[in-house]
């Protein structure tokens, strides 16, 4: 049973989300045991390789190693990271012109193994780039950004950290979000209404919180930096125009896969505030987003099917709510509107905007070295998770807002 005996609230521990972390791994591993040093130095010194364009060649000499001594969670956790960084680095080392059909035996063996184990694709996914791609530089110290540091890097420099820490410190603040829905999903069982106003006025806190984070992205992220080199090392191989067929995996399969990239939109925050609060995504946006959750640890995917599974609160505060708990469940849902909303300038200004200035550098052919003459085309109007984005995200913010309850 996902819900405790007493029906208080649903037992987040069973889903490995924690009490302080929520859907972020909790003091990731940063060293694995000796015998996989390979990995561990290759995804350690990526960024060089990468820019001498040599990446490809050490792998292909990697030894393949065999994954049977890694031992728990974390291990395979970090096994994932550092595989996906290698996988990443390794298809885009040369840009989207020079890409590669094949992963080589020596990576794609244990890459697919670990990422079989774990119920992860074989793939740099969300679980990976920011959840469990953290470490503290004091340890005693808090979890701010002057005090965080990634694990691994990809090219980037500061703004690829400040991306990835931004987004964990976004996931940070959703965790009182998280333990209120838990709590929120026991009241409407028992039924405690006192108990749910309170919970669904965590959960509008919370959201508001996640926003603040987010704002911070702008302090910490070059737009074209991101449009010009983040996103590509980003990006899947699932109709995207730059790997049409997909990727080989040798030794793995005889055909070759196809599989999105990383993206926020694999987050499992927004999805378990969607079902918990009974927003219904038309048909396309819902298809994306349910394709999103194969991307999630099955555990966290196992969280949101039991959210949406449980009894709905908001039929039950339509049916028999008060005035006040309508308005504290509106708070909710205006405070998500209003997340999406701020999202949406996001992407405008780090890929509407820039997209337009890197095919205005483009055009002017000078040959300058200017980030932007070398962003990728082949994603100008995608998200790295393959969406076609205004669209989608402006659907997604509509069919927020009409989860409104009237009073
Ligand atoms: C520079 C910062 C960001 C950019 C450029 C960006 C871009 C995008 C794009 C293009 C999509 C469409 C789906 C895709 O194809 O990947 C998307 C979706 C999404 N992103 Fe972001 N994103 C950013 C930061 C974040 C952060 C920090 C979060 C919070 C964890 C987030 C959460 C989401 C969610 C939940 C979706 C799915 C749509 C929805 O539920 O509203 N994004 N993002």
């Known amino acids: 049973m996902a819900r405790r005996e007493n029906g208080l609230c649903i037992d987040l521990e069973k889903f490995?989300?924690?009490?302080?972390?929520?859907?972020?791994?909790?003091?990731p591993?940063?060293?694995?045991?000796?015998?996989?040093?390979?990995?561990?130095?290759?995804?350690n010194s990526l960024?060089?390789?990468?820019?001498?364009?040599?990446?490809?060649?050490?792998v292909n000499q990697m030894q393949l190693l065999s994954t049977n001594f890694l031992t728990g969670h974390k291990q395979l956790r970090l096994a994932h990271l550092a595989l996906s960084f290698i996988t990443m680095g390794y298809v885009?080392?040369?840009g989207e012109t020079n890409t590669t059909k094949v992963?080589?035996?020596?990576?794609?063996?244990?890459?697919?193994?670990?990422?079989e184990i774990l119920g992860l694709p074989p793939i740099l996914v969300h679980a990976d780039c920011v959840l469990a791609n953290w470490k503290k530089k004091d340890p005693n110290g808090s979890?701010?950004?002057?005090?965080?540091?990634?694990?691994?890097?990809?090219?980037?420099?500061?703004?690829?950290?400040?991306?990835?820490?931004?987004t964990l410190l976004v996931e940070m603040a959703a965790v009182q979000g998280i333990k209120a829905v838990s709590v929120a999903a026991g009241?409407?069982?028992?039924?405690?209404?006192?108990?749910?106003?309170?919970?669904?006025?965590?959960?509008?806190?919370?959201?508001?919180?996640?926003?603040?984070?987010?704002?911070?992205?702008?302090d910490h992220v070059d737009p074209a930096t991101f449009y010009g080199v983040i996103r590509l090392f980003l990006s899947g191989w699932k109709d995207n125009p730059a790997i049409p067929e997909g990727l080989l995996y040798e030794g793995v399969a005889e055909e070759t896969r196809q599989y999105s990239g990383g993206s926020a939109a694999q987050s499992s925050t927004l999805h378990c505030f969607d079902e918990f609060l009974g927003i219904r995504h038309n048909r396309e946006s819902a298809g994306f987003l349910d394709r999103m959750r194969d991307y999630m640890p099955p555990s966290h995917k196992a969280l949101i099917q039991i959210i949406a599974s449980g009894p709905s609160v908001r039929e039950y505060i339509v049916s028999k709510g008060s005035p006040a708990l309508r308005e504290t469940y509106n708070n909710c849902v205006a405070a998500l509107v209003d997340l999406r909303n701020h999202h949406i300038t996001v992407v405008t200004r780090y890929i509407s905007i820039t997209a337009a200035k890197a095919k205005a550098e483009k055009a002017k052919q000078t040959g300058s070295a200017h980030v932007l003459q070398r962003a990728p085309s082949a994603l100008e109007e995608r998200g790295t998770g393959g969406s076609g984005i205004m669209c989608f995200l402006k659907n997604v913010r509509d069919t927020t807002k009409r989860g409104m309850i009237d009073i």
């Not at 039924?191 to 702008?218: H, T």
């Open 143 to 166: 979890m701010e950004f002057g005090n965080l540091d990634t694990i691994f890097v990809l090219p980037g420099g500061d703004s690829l950290k400040g991306f990835f820490l931004v």
């Open 16 to 27: 490995h989300v924690s009490e302080a972390c929520g859907f972020v791994l909790p003091e």
């Open 29 to 43: 591993l940063t060293v694995l045991p000796g015998f996989y040093q390979p990995w561990m130095e290759m995804a």
């Open 92 to 94: 885009w080392q040369d």
């Open 47 to 58: 960024t060089g390789l990468i820019e001498q364009h040599q990446l490809r060649r050490e």
């Open 187 to 218: 009241a409407v069982l028992r039924p405690d209404d006192d108990s749910l106003e309170n919970a669904l006025q965590d959960l509008a806190k919370s959201i508001k919180q996640m926003k603040e984070a987010l704002k911070k992205m702008d």
């Open 103 to 115: 992963l080589p035996r020596n990576l794609a063996v244990p890459f697919c193994k670990v990422s």
